[in-house]
């Protein structure tokens, strides 16, 4: 169809654009953090979070160590999911639920990182493990809707699990 055929290259710059504006925003440079390791340059950086003020200083690197994945995993889980590129969000969501996961304070364990954090902390990652792992399962069945709302109960993991690191409970 000579149409179509005209309408084509319009299309696809359209999409082109529109996949540079998005990419655009999502690499939007993060404000610099203190203390933060200086990352290759061009390399996007992700927004942290900042410090809640009952983890000490020297605790912080450990923990970021341990979330510092959260970023680029997270990119990718999103990109995968909504782009439908199944293959992509299965093995990031893999990623994310096999991360090490932080133990609940054992007793004698006082001076550890863990006792400062709050329960829900250890319930919630527990959750994201298992979300994330129902996120895998949908990408795998190439089921979209299950795939999106498997996305979105993971996602709202992640936000109760940062609100429940800042405010400590
Ligand atoms: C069990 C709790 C928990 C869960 C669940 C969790 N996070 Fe985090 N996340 C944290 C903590 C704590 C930090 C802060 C680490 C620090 O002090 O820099 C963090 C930091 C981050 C960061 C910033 C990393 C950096 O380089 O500073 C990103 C991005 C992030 N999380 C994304 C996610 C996403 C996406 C999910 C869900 C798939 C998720 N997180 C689930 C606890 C969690």
Do not use: W
């Not at 001076?111 to 979300?131: C, I, K, S, Y």
Request: aromatic share 6%; with cysteine; net charge positive.
């Amino acid at each position: 169809m000579k149409l179509s055929r005209c309408r084509l290259p319009l299309v696809l710059a359209g999409l082109l654009s529109a996949g540079f504006l998005f990419h655009a925003s999502a690499a939007e440079p993060a404000k610099p953090k203190s203390g933060q390791a200086a990352k290759k340059g061009g390399e996007v950086k992700t927004p942290g979070l900042p410090t809640p003020n009952y983890i000490p200083e020297a605790a912080r690197p450990l923990l970021r160590k341990k979330m510092e994945r959260h970023g680029e995993d997270a990119r990718d889980l999103m990109f995968g999911v909504t782009l439908l590129q199944y293959d992509a969000a299965k093995a990031a969501a893999q990623r994310i639920s096999s991360e090490p996961r932080l133990v609940r304070p054992i007793v004698g364990g006082e001076d550890d990182l863990n006792t400062l954090l709050p329960e829900r902390f250890f319930v919630l990652q527990d959750e994201a493990r298992n979300r994330a792992q129902a996120v895998a399962t949908a990408a795998d069945k190439k089921d979209d809707k299950a795939l999106a709302e498997s996305y979105g109960r993971l996602v709202e993991t992640c936000v109760a699990c940062h609100s429940a690191y800042l405010n400590r409970q």
